[in-house]
């Protein structure tokens, strides 16, 4: 009898075994898993971290895109306000040109005014002398009218006395 209590502890070291296997067996799941976690946490954690990152990179391209996008309207307004400017300096040289040839050709004629005024004046004052002459001449051939008449009047006198 004794080869079939021998075949008891056989059965009993196999199952302790496989207990113990399981046990450790179960360990190593425990710690494979924990492992699986901890990895899966990691894994998570990278892709919630990647996916931050990239949600940060296209706000990041977005204000960029955005303030490139401000920048060129700026210096299109910018360019805008320099041109008009430009134009409207060129506008004010221009006409400061034409009223600076307005004036002068204004104090041109105002000189040709004077000049026809004094001249006007000068022939006025001329006109007015031989007009002083044209009366002092003919009172001199009115008084000389008269003296000749005078003379003719007083022959006649003295043709008539004398004849």
């Known amino acids: 009898m004794a080869p079939s209590t021998d075949k008891k502890p056989v059965q009993k070291l196999i199952d302790e075994e496989t ?19 901890v990895e899966q946490k990691h894994i998570e954690f990278r892709y919630g971290h990647a996916e931050r990152y990239n949600q940060w990179r296209s706000e990041e391209l977005y204000l960029e895109r955005a303030n490139l996008a401000e920048a060129s309207f700026l210096e299109k307004i910018h360019d805008d306000e320099e041109q008009s400017i430009l134009s409207r300096q060129a506008e ?6 034409e009223m600076e040839k307005d004036l002068q050709t204004f104090n041109s004629i105002m000189n040709e005014m004077r000049s026809l005024n004094t001249l006007c004046n000068q022939n006025k004052a001329a006109a007015e002398r031989m007009k002083r002459a044209k009366q002092i001449l003919k009172q001199r051939r009115e008084a000389v009218q008269q003296h000749l008449q005078r003379v003719e009047a007083r022959q006649d006198k003295e043709r008539k006395s004398l004849a």
């Not at 207990?19 to 699986?36: H, P, S, Y």
């Open 19 to 37: 207990l113990e296997f399981l046990d450790r067996q179960r360990e190593e799941d425990t710690v494979i898993v924990t492992g699986i976690k």
């Open 92 to 97: 004010h040289s221009r006409i400061q040109m």
